[in-house]
């Protein structure tokens, strides 16, 4: 409540992970996926709903091109139904790495024009020894991997807050 002069809460913990995706379907992915898609397991189902019932709307369509015999293919491109049949089937598999050492500095709450605002640096480095083999962020046409960094913040109060932040695993060689 900004009415009221309480200072908001002070950090209880904070972990980073990372997150890693790996994104396949049967048929080519036709558009470059961002991890920002597959976060929340409902934001992938929806997407998933979305294109079967884009489906089922071509599948009938089809039907009534057919029982008519005219060929859809003569009016709408193939590769749409092979597009929206790779897309209804995108699987992702998700899962994180406790890969990070790190450190928090913070400041102290300041309150400006009815809001608190308050600066926390998160560094992170690479533990010595990763168990799980980093492989750079590819797509290919029916097979991706993407990464991102997932912090989450938990305050006394018993609140927490999730960001993630896509990164680019790469490797480049020593000179």
């Known amino acids: 409540d900004n009415s009221l002069e309480v200072i ?7 972990k980073a992970s990372l997150i890693v995706f790996n994104i396949y379907s049967p048929s080519p992915i036709p558009i470059k996926l961002s991890q ?17 019932n884009y489906h089922e709307t071509f599948t009938d369509l089809q039907a009534k091109f057919k029982s008519n015999s005219i060929d859809i293919n003569s009016y ?5 139904l092979q597009d929206i049949k790779s897309m209804k089937d995108l699987q992702v ?11 928090i500095d913070e400041s102290t709450w300041e309150s400006s024009h009815g809001s608190w605002e308050r600066d926390v640096n998160l560094s992170l480095s690479f533990k010595e020894k990763i ?12 097979l991706s991997r993407v990464y991102s960094i997932g912090v989450e913040i938990g305050f006394k ?6 960001l993630f932040v896509p990164i680019r695993i790469r490797k480049f060689d020593d000179l």
Do not use: H, M, W
């Open 157 to 162: 109060n018993g609140q927490t807050s999730e």
């Open 8 to 14: 908001p809460p002070s950090i209880k913990f904070v």
């Open 131 to 142: 168990t799980e083999t980093l492989i750079p962020n590819f797509q290919s046409c029916v």
């Open 93 to 103: 598999d998700k899962f994180s790495i406790q890969a990070f050492d790190y450190s």
């Open 76 to 80: 709408l491109d193939k590769s749409i």
């Open 36 to 52: 920002d898609l597959f976060l929340k397991e409902k934001d992938l189902q929806r997407l998933k709903a979305k294109f079967q």
